[in-house]
């Protein structure tokens, strides 16, 4: 037999009331939260689920299904707060890797970037991010602006990859011909913290 309303357990009062309404999550998440909720709370209906339920869903959920949802609801928030802070840690080897869309997307976002692990070459621009911080067991990897060791540097390719470095770094780099060959020049993510004025990471 279908169940009703009136014989649902006991509510959950006030656990998705207004006061209650997840507007810390983003607009997407939160549509996708209140979907899942009516789902759950058809399914404890069965046949008996109409459109006049869908208001009083929010005050009907069986005590161990909100239980469920909301424990849910915090692996899904973490993880999508933990998929929005950027790490430098898929772009460490260098090369053509699309630094600069990289850049202008945590640029454009705002959201934290971390310098991270070996970070070498092309991967040392992103310390142009706004938001960046760096991990002080890093590694930064400085050379000439070429992709082989049979290029030759070009003042304007070093000076376009350098401007993605604050100027006591860039005037470093260049006072100590950091950017004159294809030769490697380590850097610790202290040093870059401490002597060139960037921002240290914080705990994860």
Known sequence: MPRSVDRMPLPVVGIFGSRYNFNFLRPRTRKLIHVIKWRVYRRSLGAD???????????????????AFMACVGSFAWSQSARAEGSSLPYGRGGRTGVPLVIAQYNRTGELFRIEGDCRSSCTMLLAIRNVCVDPNATLEFHAAIFS????????????????????????LVANHYLDSWTFHPISGS????KFGYRQCPNK
């Open 49 to 67: 689920a109409t459109r006049s339920h869908k208001v009083a869903y929010s005050r009907t959920v069986p005590l161990f299904k909100v239980a």
């Open 149 to 172: 060791p049979q290029e030759t540097p070009t003042a304007a390719r070093n000076n376009w990859m350098s401007s993605h470095y604050n100027e006591r770094l860039r005037s470093f």
């Open 191 to 194: 040093d870059i913290i401490h």
